[in-house]
Every structure is written in C-alpha cells, then in structure tokens.
C-alpha cells in the first residue's frame, strides 16, 4: 500500500500547541487510527520508518511531540549522550497531566477525522511504550502495543518521579499487547514480572512476548537493533491491530435473526 508521510497538525492542549505528525495509506478511504509514541527523541527517522509500516497496512498513525512544552516544534534530539541526557531531563520535568492531556488531544482528533473509523489503538517504544500504556487507559482504545516500556515498574514518569500507572491500570479496558528484551538494564526481570503480577491481578487482556534483545533493538540505527527479533514482532503487531481495528470486528445483526454476531 502507498502511503503519504509528510502531514502534521497542530493539536489544542492544555499544555500549549502540540506538533502532531501523521502517516495514512494514500488510497481514499476510512482506516482504524494509531497514536504512536516516541522514545525520548522524538520523531526521529527510525520512529518514521515504523510510522510508515503501520500505515502502509491500513493505518492513520499520529505521532505526537511529547516534549512540545519545552523545545521548538518540530525538534529531533540526536543519538547521542546529549540528546539522551536532554531527553531524559524533559522526561521527569513534564507534568504527568500533560502526558494524559496530549493522549487524549490526539485521541479526539483521530476520531474527528473523516478519513478515520474511530476505531482507535496505541502504540509506544520506550518512554513511548510507557505512554501508550496510559493511553490504554482511555476507555476508547482498543488495543495497545508497548514496545520495552520503560518506567512502570518504578513509577519514574514525569515530574516528581511518582506516576500512578500501575495503579491505574485498572483503567484498561481493551487488550495489551506487552514486548520486552530480556538483556535490557532498564526494565530488569524483576521490574517486568512485577508489571506482570499486576496486570494478572487485574485480569486484563493481554499478550505478553519477552525475547533476547536489549534496549532498543527494534530501532533501526545503531548497534542494538537486532532485524529479525524486529520483524518478527512487527508482524504480531500487525496482526494484534488488525484483529483489534479492524471493521470486520463490528458486530452485525443477521438477517432475519435478533442475534448479533461479530
């Protein structure tokens, strides 16, 4: 599918205007909508490149700025210990309120849409893995994908380093879809199994992958990306959106028959 990649908008939110940067098939037509978070960099071209596969199998895919309080839009922190450290910095001096604002803006502009069904979903890596997962917490999204979601074990989101995730996902109501490496020192084993503790209590829906691969191999520049685990979880994701967005899970009435089917 032929996908369009150079449109961005400019969201309303409490915090002040927000860059949000979309990619759509270029077909005409109505698709499921995506809000796609970052890492710490921003939108980067490896962030793009994921933002484009997703589109490319039937997707409108939001990426927002998550640091749009703090740098001029449009703002790609480098790969390196500067831009690191920069991000890292924003990271804990954001409100946690602006986090859940900017979801929510960027949740009803999808929706707002023409060219979008409504149907809506999430997906995160790293911080951003993190901030879908609160995104999942509006009772609109569907299903949501976490990329090594830094921070939930520890609460170490936003300013004061004391972000209530763990104890909001209660909020969840669709289905998560949950991927980690293994060798990654910021999401230790403890630290994931105690995500996993909660969301078991819970009883949420989810799917839960742990592979052998550190931080970061799903990003396309640099030492750690490993391209096979890559793909091969790139298709459960594309699987996961299409089982959860996809039109043929509206229900329908049958003819003849009260019964409504899915």
């Not at 004061?160 to 980690?180: F, N, P, T, V």
């Not at 550190?214 to 089982?243: C, I, K, T, W």
Request: hydrophobic share 40%; glycine share 10%; aromatic share 10%.
């Amino acid at each position: 599918m032929i996908i369009v990649d150079n449109e961005h908008v400019e969201l309303t939110t409490p915090y002040g205007p927000m860059r949000t940067h979309i990619v759509r098939p270029a077909a005409p037509g109505r698709y499921p909508g995506i809000v796609f978070y970052s890492e710490i960099f921003q939108i980067t071209a490896p962030i793009r490149r994921t933002a484009a596969l997703l589109a490319g199998h039937g997707y409108i895919v939001a990426m927002p700025e998550i640091y749009h309080e703090f740098e001029p839009a449009g703002t790609v922190l480098a790969y390196d210990q500067a831009g690191s450290d920069r991000g890292n910095n924003w990271k804990t001096t954001k409100e946690l309120a602006s986090y859940d604002a900017d979801a929510r803006a960027v949740l009803d502009y999808l929706k707002s849409r023409p060219d979008c069904t409504g149907k809506l979903g999430a997906l995160g890596i790293c911080i951003g893995g993190h901030l879908a997962f609160r995104a999942a917490m509006n009772p609109d999204v569907l299903g949501t994908a976490c990329f090594y979601a830094t921070d939930i074990h520890k609460g170490g989101l936003a300013k004061g380093m004391a972000d209530d995730s763990l104890l909001r996902a209660k909020d969840i109501h669709g289905e998560l879809l949950m991927m980690w490496g293994r060798q990654d020192p910021h999401i230790p084993t403890e630290g994931r199994m105690k995500v996993l503790a909660r969301l078991n209590e819970l009883g949420i829906r989810l799917n839960w992958h742990e592979v052998n691969g550190a931080h970061a191999f799903m990003r396309d520049e640099g030492l750690r990306y490993d391209p096979e685990l890559a793909f091969s979880l790139y298709q459960l994701v594309f699987n996961f959106f299409h089982r959860k967005l996809a039109e043929g899970d509206l229900p329908v009435a049958t003819a003849g028959s009260t019964e409504t089917r899915h």
